[in-house]
């Protein structure tokens, strides 16, 4: 299994999955066509179930999320909180926003109650 990247642009996110277990979303998430960006991410993540590693780590330092981007990060959400939950690897997220943002912050605590793994919320002064 390879790592996956995706260099960050002015409407899609700077991607980085690592076999490792090490998993990072930065930037923004406006993606004219979610589908064609986010499937790809579903595959290798499918992919890396098979292999996972102990711990995965997820951090996700993102200033904007439109509706499509949302539903996408849910599912790849569901998915790592399958394997957490079924013991195939312990989840870690940290999910930064910036302090004054309080739908970001918002979404964060969701994530909380939503999914069964640790979610550490950090919050950041100034911008991501």
């Known amino acids: 299994m390879k790592k996956y990247t995706i260099e960050k642009s002015n409407s899609s996110p700077y991607v980085s999955l690592d076999p ?11 993606t004219e066509n979610s589908q064609a960006f986010f ?3 579903l595959d290798w993540i499918e992919d890396y179930s ?5 711990t995965t ?4 330092r ?3 999320l439109d509706s499509g981007s949302l539903g996408y990060f849910n599912r790849i959400l569901e ?3 399958e394997l957490h939950c079924g013991g195939s690897t312990k989840v870690n997220v940290k999910w930064f926003y910036e302090e004054d943002d309080i739908d970001m912050e918002d979404y964060g605590r969701d994530i909380v109650n939503m999914f069964n793994f640790d979610v550490e919320l950090i919050p950041v002064e100034g911008s991501l």
């Open 20 to 30: 490792s277990g090490e998993l990072l979303f930065e930037g923004v998430s406006l």
């Open 57 to 60: 780590n997820l951090k996700l």
């Open 39 to 41: 499937t790809p991410i």
């Open 62 to 64: 993102l200033e904007y």
């Open 79 to 81: 998915n790592l909180n």
């Open 50 to 54: 098979k292999s996972v590693a102990d």
